[in-house]
């Protein structure tokens, strides 16, 4: 089972908002790769030129700002809320919304929360606690 799966439909999945589709289209219509990605349905690809896009977005203040806020809206956030797997499940769900490939990654805006709620196939193996620097935390897989 890959990242993305054709066979593979949740039903909890987060629709992208229009808005932040619009700025993402607005972001990746000058990326070749991209719209190669849509064309061909290559999901994994066109989920990195999507996340790739984005780099320099910033907060205005602490987890606020327009484009921040449009990732937040994707999975039910409000504005101030951490953002992080909010961006990360607006990725999703606009390949999701160009490709027609769901991942089966849980849809929800907390990183434990997908990690404890998406298949146990789907999440990355983790190495042992003392192969990663001494301030690293680890998420054991239970």
Request: with cysteine.
């Amino acid at each position: 089972m890959g990242f993305f799966s054709e066979t593979s439909m949740k039903s909890d999945r987060h629709s992208p908002t229009e808005k932040s589709v619009k700025l993402l289209d607005k972001l990746l219509e000058s990326n070749a790769l991209a719209q190669d990605c849509i064309v061909k349905k290559r999901a994994r690809q066109l989920f990195v030129e999507t996340a790739k896009a984005c780099v320099g977005i910033k907060e205005v203040s602490t987890n606020k700002g327009i484009e921040v806020e449009l990732f937040q809206k994707t999975v039910g956030l409000s504005a101030g809320d951490a953002w992080c797997m909010a961006f990360m499940q607006t990725c999703l769900a606009y390949v999701e919304s160009k490709t027609n490939i769901k991942s089966p990654l849980h849809a929800a805006g907390g990183c434990i929360n997908v990690w404890q709620e998406s298949p146990v196939e789907q999440r990355v193996k983790l190495l042992p606690l003392q192969r990663f620097p001494a301030k690293a935390y680890a998420i054991e897989n239970k």
